[in-house]
């Protein structure tokens, strides 16, 4: 990938929700986090895809967590954002913020 990839709408969202959600951020709590910041409902599915293909690009890392009763002994799956991550994540920032420098985002522009 170049310096000069950027990220998606929604993959900048799923990475700044593990930011937020730091040690506990899996598939659940991405969801909960993005649905309650953002207002904006979103399938399990389309969570897990987006943290596959960034994990695919190396932007996060994986590990499973101990097995839990409540979840028949199936195991977390963990999220992390890689320092690869955060270079996507300040990138993609500083591209809206110089994009958005000086508009008045408030009023109608029809």
Request: net charge positive.
């Amino acid at each position: 990938m170049s310096s000069r990839d950027y990220l998606g709408e929604f993959e900048h969202i799923v990475i700044l929700a593990l930011l937020r959600l730091a040690g506990r951020a899996y598939g659940v709590t991405v969801r909960q986090e993005i649905e309650a910041r953002t207002g904006r409902e979103v399938s399990i599915g389309a969570i897990y895809a987006t943290l596959d293909r960034l994990e695919t690009k190396g932007y996060l890392k994986s590990q499973f967590g101990e097995p839990t009763p409540e979840r028949g002994g199936r195991s977390k799956r963990f999220f992390h954002v890689t320092a690869k991550g955060m270079s996507a994540v300040n990138r993609t920032h500083r591209a809206v913020q110089s994009m958005t420098q000086g508009l008045d985002l408030i009023g109608s522009h029809s």
